[in-house]
């Protein structure tokens, strides 16, 4: 074989330290910046922090769209403005749990070897959390990306609340443009095994169902190999019976209830066998992601702020930077000067990395209002009347109308808020699938969601209104909600 030279053409994506950059701001909230911008400033002398008054816009509640947003200084008047029941069937006795499986007083794990004290001094992001442990897999530049992209799709309490399907619809333009094709099956489900096999056990489940499975599978492989001792049978029936009852929904439905005569006599065990598999039910956590979660602080700082426009200015709701969140970086001039009249100094490198800074910082905020504006164009409703008007919204029609790219637009909405006069709102909660109607419409499951809570909240206790119940009500006010999408809606309720 005779050797050759020969020319040929390829295309491979390559990544600039400053476009790498660009991408970690962009994804960063507003707390992580400000420790970005601490961490410029100490390694970079040509940068500095303009001084000067700067009226904080800010709210204490993770979770405040429940109650009316506590903003100093926040007016929503104009761009002025200086910044499931229980049952009453009971044939149990004084030695079970009196109230739910999973109590919200203090958080419980299946994973012996988590800390979550330690994990409360020190809180830790959940997705930085399992790109370390990404870190240490060897895999291909597509599942790494992948699996990637499944991290940052996960809920503040480790569930991924997507499908597959969509989840990979939303980034496919992305992998063809890298890799010339499209994720498999195979690929997706395999992303989602690595997700899975990843600590606190139960992350990157779809249900709590399968959240539960995960950890009762990690337990079982704890089991000693030949289970000898009277301790370990015990505790290995506890294991078969929970892992019973997890499977079974109705039978999850008879535990909520508190009809342990019936599940007893569907499942052919005793009374004290049951309370074993309860109490092992209960040292389990249902929410994996709730230990990673910073609730020490409290705050939350709003990047944009919707205010009621003047009529005749357009949209009757747009909204602003909140300039608060916005860091003031300049360089210095003295340095500039200096380096200005001597070309060959070895500041030369940190004055181009502070420009970068200042431009993706200023990149960053923009991307983040033109983003916010296309949202509050498209839910403008919301503003006046709450989440029972939430329209249908997908990352694809901010991504055509904003002209970015959907993982783009996902990055920008995920840790990214909103203050409005109905509370302070991460921008992808505007963000909701939808529903058909009879007259060929579309209702967004936020709506649906919001109805559901509202209708519980109204029930007879005596009489909780079943899954049937509320799907055959939507039914009436002309939205086909199937029953197992009431289900799944309750479950994300926690009703």
Avoid at 66 to 72: H, N, Y
Avoid at 174 to 186: A, P, Q, S
Avoid at 336 to 351: G, K, P, V
Wanted: overall charge negative.
């Amino acid at each position: 074989m005779k050797p050759s030279l020969g020319l040929r053409h390829s295309q491979q994506l390559a990544l600039t330290p400053q476009l790498q950059q660009s991408i970690r701001l962009l994804q960063m909230s507003t707390a992580e910046l400000e420790q970005e911008v601490d961490r410029f400033l100490a390694e970079n002398p040509l940068l500095e922090q303009e001084d000067g008054p700067r009226e904080l816009v800010q709210t204490g509640d993770r979770h405040p769209q429940i109650q009316e947003p506590q903003a100093a200084g926040a007016n929503f008047d104009g761009p002025s403005a200086s910044s499931a029941p229980e049952a009453a069937n009971d044939s149990g006795r004084d030695d079970f749990p009196a109230s739910d499986p999973w109590p919200s007083s203090a958080p419980r794990g299946g994973d012996d070897d988590f800390d979550w004290a330690s994990q409360q001094a020190v809180p830790t992001q959940l997705q930085d959390h399992l790109r370390e442990q990404m870190l240490g897999l060897s895999l291909s530049p597509r599942d790494q990306l992948w699996l990637g992209i499944l991290i940052d799709s996960l809920d503040d309490d480790g569930y991924l609340r997507d499908e597959l399907h969509e989840i990979e619809a939303s980034v496919a333009d992305l992998f063809e443009e890298t890799f010339g094709e499209r994720l498999d099956d195979d690929e997706q489900l395999f992303g989602l095994t690595l997700l899975q096999s990843m600590t606190p056990t139960g992350v990157g489940a779809r249900s709590l169902q399968e959240c539960l499975g995960l950890q009762l599978a990690e337990l079982e492989k704890r089991l000693p190999e030949g289970r000898q001792g009277a301790g370990d049978c015990t505790r290995d029936a506890a294991l078969r019976l929970t892992q019973t009852l997890v499977k079974n929904p109705s039978l999850l439905d008879l535990l909520g209830s508190r009809d342990f005569q019936s599940i007893c006599k569907q499942v052919g065990c005793d009374r004290a066998a049951l309370k074993e598999a309860i109490d092992l039910l209960q040292s389990l956590n249902p929410k994996p992601g709730d230990g990673f979660q910073d609730n020490t602080a409290g705050i939350v700082i709003p990047d944009v702020i919707a205010y009621r426009a003047a009529q005749g200015a357009g949209p009757h709701w747009q909204v602003r930077l909140n300039e608060s969140a916005v860091p003031r970086l300049t360089i210095n001039p003295m340095y500039a000067e200096m380096i200005r009249h001597d070309r060959a100094s070895s500041m030369t490198s940190q004055l181009q990395e502070a420009r970068w800074v200042i431009k993706n910082i200023q990149q960053r905020f923009d991307t983040i209002l033109r983003v916010a504006q296309a949202i509050a164009l498209e839910q403008q409703e919301f503003f006046e009347k709450g989440e029972l008007a939430m329209r249908p919204l997908v990352l694809r029609e901010i991504a055509e109308r904003c002209g970015l790219h959907e993982s783009t637009v996902s990055r920008v909405t995920t840790h990214k808020y909103m203050l409005t006069p109905k509370g302070t709102f991460e921008l992808k909660y505007f963000f909701a699938s939808h529903v058909s109607t009879d007259d060929g419409g579309t209702a967004s499951s936020t709506a649906i969601r919001a109805k559901i809570r509202q209708w519980i909240a109204d029930e007879n206790p005596k009489k909780p209104l079943s899954d049937q119940q509320l799907a055959d009500r939507f039914n009436e006010e002309g939205v086909r909600v199937a029953r197992r999408t009431i289900a799944k809606y309750r479950e994300a309720l926690r009703i």
